[in-house]
């Protein structure tokens, strides 16, 4: 990871499994967000990272961005705090905000940690669902599936609608809901014109702190935070249909060569490099 310390006045002040944060001391509304290489799958940061992978996910959020008619939260304007050179294809110079303490998952399609839930229950995250579905079925409309962000380093805990609204309260609650449920429909919208279906997503929003307006946050529609698929392999079926636009090649090696006890193996060569051509296909297909 390149060191932004000492670099024009930007200071480190957290890192995350993926992204490092920044402040500048004569800009204390704007952070800078860089995205790193770094791959993490079952809460464990992973070794070898995946080359370029910090910038094409800072390419894909920036691309959303500039489709999406809501507030987001990069910063424009006159005044602005230099870049770093060698951080900017994958940095974003954002306004600072009261993020707020939920992510809002939004599933189009019944899988991973939904099919898990179905498979014993009927339900997933608590809601019930129509009997007979299939891992991968697209479901009778997509679920808003709120968590409770957890510390660092704990997993975070799946909540539901009315838990969101003694978190947030119900005005906030409702907006974070329905907010998330209209990304959700238009980027669908976007990718299926690309041949991608969409299958599930999270988001993560904040508050202005000067207007309180609901301001979209964080990584966006990307394949670190999204399951994308192949729509006509769906379309055909056949074992392949839910391949993933994602680190699903990383997470299938894993669970076939770790017991999730210790620490993880490092990834040999040729996982990381199908890895890495799975993010670019993704951003080819989408911004092409």
């Given at each position: 990871?390149?060191?932004?310390?000492?670099?024009?006045?930007?200071?480190?002040?957290?890192?995350?499994?993926?992204?490092?944060?920044?402040?500048?001391p004569q800009h204390p509304a704007l952070m800078l967000v860089v995205a790193s290489d770094r791959v993490s799958a079952f809460d464990h940061v992973l070794e070898p990272g995946i080359p370029g992978k910090g910038a094409l996910l800072t390419q894909?959020?920036?691309?959303?961005?500039?489709?999406?008619?809501?507030?987001?939260?990069?910063?424009?304007?006159?005044?602005?705090?230099?870049?770093?050179?060698?951080?900017?294809?994958?940095?974003?110079?954002?306004?600072?905000?009261?993020?707020?303490?939920?992510?809002?998952?939004?599933?189009?399609?019944?899988?991973?940690?939904?099919?898990?839930?179905?498979?014993?229950?009927?339900?997933?995250?608590?809601?019930?669902?129509?009997?007979?579905?299939?891992?991968?079925?697209?479901?009778?409309?997509?679920?808003?599936?709120?968590?409770?962000?957890?510390?660092?380093?704990?997993?975070?805990?799946?909540?539901?609608?009315?838990?969101?609204?003694?978190?947030?309260?119900?005005?906030?609650?409702?907006?974070?809901?329905?907010?998330?449920?209209?990304?959700?429909?238009?980027?669908?919208?976007?990718?299926?014109?690309?041949?991608?279906?969409?299958?599930?997503?999270?988001?993560?929003?904040?508050?202005?702190?000067?207007?309180?307006?609901?301001?979209?946050?964080?990584?966006?529609?990307?394949?670190?935070?999204?399951?994308?698929?192949?729509?006509s392999l769906y379309a055909a079926g056949g074992p392949n249909r839910m391949d993933s636009f994602d680190k699903q090649i990383v997470?299938?090696?894993?669970?076939?060569?770790?017991?999730?006890?210790?620490?993880?193996?490092?990834?040999?060569?040729?996982?990381?490099?199908?890895?890495?051509?799975?993010?670019?296909?993704?951003?080819?297909?989408?911004?092409?």
């Amino acid at each position: 990871m390149t060191d932004a310390r000492a670099m024009l006045g930007w200071h480190h002040v957290y890192s995350g499994k993926v992204r490092d944060l920044y402040e500048h001391p004569q800009h204390p509304a704007l952070m800078l967000v860089v995205a790193s290489d770094r791959v993490s799958a079952f809460d464990h940061v992973l070794e070898p990272g995946i080359p370029g992978k910090g910038a094409l996910l800072t390419q894909l959020t920036r691309w959303w961005f500039s489709r999406l008619s809501v507030p987001n939260h990069l910063a424009s304007g006159d005044d602005l705090p230099a870049v770093p050179a060698e951080l900017a294809d994958r940095a974003m110079l954002v306004r600072r905000l009261d993020m707020l303490p939920i992510e809002c998952v939004v599933r189009g399609y019944l899988t991973g940690s939904g099919w898990a839930e179905y498979q014993a229950s009927g339900t997933v995250c608590g809601i019930p669902l129509p009997t007979g579905l299939r891992d991968g079925d697209r479901l009778p409309e997509p679920l808003y599936t709120p968590a409770f962000k957890a510390p660092l380093g704990e997993h975070d805990e799946n909540i539901t609608f009315e838990r969101s609204v003694e978190l947030v309260g119900l005005d906030r609650a409702t907006q974070l809901r329905d907010a998330s449920l209209a990304i959700f429909a238009t980027a669908s919208a976007i990718a299926a014109e690309r041949g991608v279906l969409l299958a599930d997503t999270k988001f993560e929003f904040g508050t202005d702190p000067t207007t309180g307006v609901l301001t979209l946050a964080d990584e966006v529609l990307t394949s670190d935070s999204s399951r994308y698929w192949d729509a006509s392999l769906y379309a055909a079926g056949g074992p392949n249909r839910m391949d993933s636009f994602d680190k699903q090649i990383v997470r299938d090696w894993l669970a076939a060569h770790w017991n999730k006890t210790g620490e993880p193996p490092a990834l040999p060569p040729e996982i990381v490099e199908r890895t890495a051509a799975r993010y670019r296909e993704l951003i080819d297909r989408l911004c092409s």
